[in-house]
């Protein structure tokens, strides 16, 4: 399944808009890298939060499922903090289970998850706030614009 720039953005704005009206007032954004980092900046520029970090996890070789694991953790400062965690899509919700345990550990006063795209049929646990729920097929791949193909080329 391909994500174009158009349904990307109106699911971000829908996401972005669920934050918006919720008490939960971010000051932190957490990336979950790297498929993330381009969620999260528009998140980012949308909410007005200048403070990104990232926090970059593994899930998936090519296109298979793999066990979420940390890569690499650029968190700092998030005590006290409002930590809106941004991905680019929730498949099982694993990813987030294990970016929150990494988070809780910096003591953040509140941590709430985002992703525009939620895999409906997998979906174990949503997030607080997303954008669209996509029903695909169990072999489907969802591509975003930033994906590229075999070719190298980025999706239109």
Aim: net charge positive; charged share 25%; with cysteine.
């Amino acid at each position: 399944m391909i994500i174009g720039w158009d349904r990307f953005n109106r699911a971000v704005n829908k996401t972005v808009e669920s934050v918006e009206s919720s008490p939960f007032c971010p000051n932190t954004i957490v990336a979950v890298g790297i498929s993330g980092l381009i969620p999260a900046t528009i998140v980012a520029k949308k909410l007005r939060c200048k403070d990104v970090q990232i926090l970059v996890v593994e899930s998936y070789s090519g296109k298979q499922r793999l066990q979420p694991r940390l890569v690499s953790l650029g968190l700092t400062a998030l005590a006290g903090k409002q930590v809106l965690c941004v991905d680019d899509i929730v498949a099982t919700g694993e990813t987030f289970e294990l970016v929150r345990q990494q988070i809780l550990k910096h003591k953040p006063q509140a941590v709430k998850f985002a992703a525009p795209i939620i895999s409906k049929r997998i979906c174990k646990t949503y997030p607080d706030f997303w954008g669209e729920a996509v029903m695909r097929t169990k072999n489907d791949f969802i591509r975003f614009p930033w994906d590229e193909e075999g070719n190298g080329k980025l999706i239109p």
